[in-house]
Nanobody, 120 residues
C-alpha cells in the first residue's frame, strides 16, 4: 500500500508564498492523477488542484492564478507552489493520488495526513 507524506506547510504573512510537497512511498503511474485538497476549520474539504499525466491540470476557482501544481514522476512527488497567499487559504492541505490497477486509475485511493498552512 502506497503512503503519501506532505511537507512544506507553515505560517506565512498574507502575500507570501509557500511550496508544499508530497512524496509517495511507491510509484504513482504517470498517466494517473495527483490531487491537492484543503480543509479549513469548520468547513468541508475543498478541492484545490489536480494534475493528470503531465499536462492535464485544473485549479479551484479560489486558487486559480495563484497556485501552481507540478509533479516529478522520477521521484514520485507532487508539488503545490502557493503564491500571494491570503488568510482564506488557511487550512490543512492534503495530497491524494490515484492507484493504478488493471489499466485503470482508481481515483483518490491514496491520501496523506495533511500539512497545516496558516496565513495571517
Amino acid at each position: 500500500h502506497v503512503q503519501l507524506v506532505e511537507n512544506g506547510g507553515g505560517s506565512v504573512q498574507a502575500g507570501g508564498s509557500l511550496k508544499l510537497s508530497c512524496a509517495a512511498s511507491g510509484p504513482i503511474f504517470r498517466t494517473c492523477a495527483w490531487y491537492w485538497y484543503r480543509q479549513a476549520p469548520g468547513k468541508a474539504r475543498e478541492w484545490v488542484s489536480t494534475i493528470k499525466g503531465d499536462d492535464l491540470i485544473g485549479y479551484g476557482a479560489s486558487v486559480r492564478g495563484r497556485f501552481i501544481i507540478s509533479r516529478d514522476n522520477s521521484k514520485n512527488m507532487v508539488y503545490l507552489q502557493m503564491n500571494n497567499l491570503k488568510p482564506d487559504d488557511t487550512a490543512v492541505y492534503y495530497c491524494s493520488a490515484d492507484r493504478y490497477s488493471e489499466r485503470l486509475c482508481l481515483k483518490n485511493e491514496y491520501w496523506g495526513h495533511g500539512t497545516q498552512v496558516t496565513v495571517s
